[in-house]
């Protein structure tokens, strides 16, 4: 593979907000004040926050952001597909992060909303061009934005629990949730739950962004000390997990049918 500078502008800003991203969300976790918040280990904590392992898959998508900016020097595909999205993208999510960061999680909320819409753009587009993939395209482009995409979309959730139904932290005041609470966040499960079928029936499915719903999903398991939740989301988790494995189980088998599902789609 030769490198290209074709459409150089939009591939140096790629890098600069990739750039910026990645040393935001580093500064906002391991530097700073105590009055800031982290991605990470979050004080805006509803009862389907998940555990704080589970934010780890930020580094992740970041590790494959970082193919993603090299790996578009050498295939112009990027562009074509992704083009100056990406920078739109970067800058809604830096902004969220400032805002969540600082305490302000209901502008934090309007622009993660703003964030999913421009994601779901680029999501799109690659489900669309996917004539010509090749391994280093489905490693460095496909599924950077499947993971990132389902993780928006949960991402999204969490920050309007914590907006609208945080926990009660006052000492003095009621402790665990409400009887309306947990049905709210039940709820919620649900919904994040729901969204494997659109992952798994989109095309031909998107393997990788719907075991990022199941992820989260163990996560609020592993976290929530309330009965009703916490084992609600384990018999989520694992329907989840069920769904989005089972074509592929039955593609190993040799009984494949119309439903089968590789990795991406």
């Known amino acids: 593979m030769a490198i290209s500078f074709h459409h150089w502008p939009s591939k140096v800003s790629n890098v600069l907000v990739y750039v910026t991203l990645l040393s935001g969300n580093l500064y906002s976790t391991f530097g700073g004040d105590r009055n800031q918040d982290s991605p990470y280990d979050s004080r805006h904590k509803s009862y389907i926050t998940p555990a704080q392992f589970?934010?780890?898959?930020?580094s992740l998508v970041h590790f494959l952001f970082g193919g993603l900016v090299i790996y578009q020097w050498f295939n112009d595909k990027v562009h074509r597909t992704v083009g100056w999205h990406f920078v739109i993208v970067s800058i809604f999510n830096a902004i969220w992060l400032a805002l969540w960061s600082s305490g302000h999680t209901f502008l934090a909320f309007v622009t993660l909303i703003f964030t999913t819409g421009a994601v779901s753009y680029i999501y799109a587009r690659l489900r669309e061009d996917r004539s010509d993939d090749s391994w280093l395209d489905t490693l460095f482009l496909d599924l950077p934005f499947s993971l990132y995409h389902s993780w928006i979309v949960v991402l999204l959730v969490i920050n309007a629990f914590a907006v609208f139904s945080p926990i009660n932290d006052d000492p003095e005041g009621p402790q665990g949730p409400s009887t309306f609470q947990t049905i709210l966040a039940i709820a919620g499960l649900g919904f994040v739950a729901s969204t494997v079928v659109g992952y798994i029936e989109y095309k031909k499915g998107d393997v990788a962004g719907a075991l990022v719903l199941a992820w989260y999903l163990f996560g609020v398991f592993a976290h929530q000390d309330e009965p009703a939740i916490h084992?609600?989301?384990?018999?989520?988790g694992i329907t989840v997990v069920i769904y989005t494995l089972k074509p592929v189980v039955l593609g190993l088998v040799g009984r494949?049918?119309?439903?089968?599902?590789p990795l991406l789609g």
């Open 54 to 58: 589970t934010f780890y898959l930020w």
């Open 231 to 236: 084992w609600t989301a384990l018999g989520l």
């Open 256 to 261: 494949q049918s119309g439903e089968s599902a």
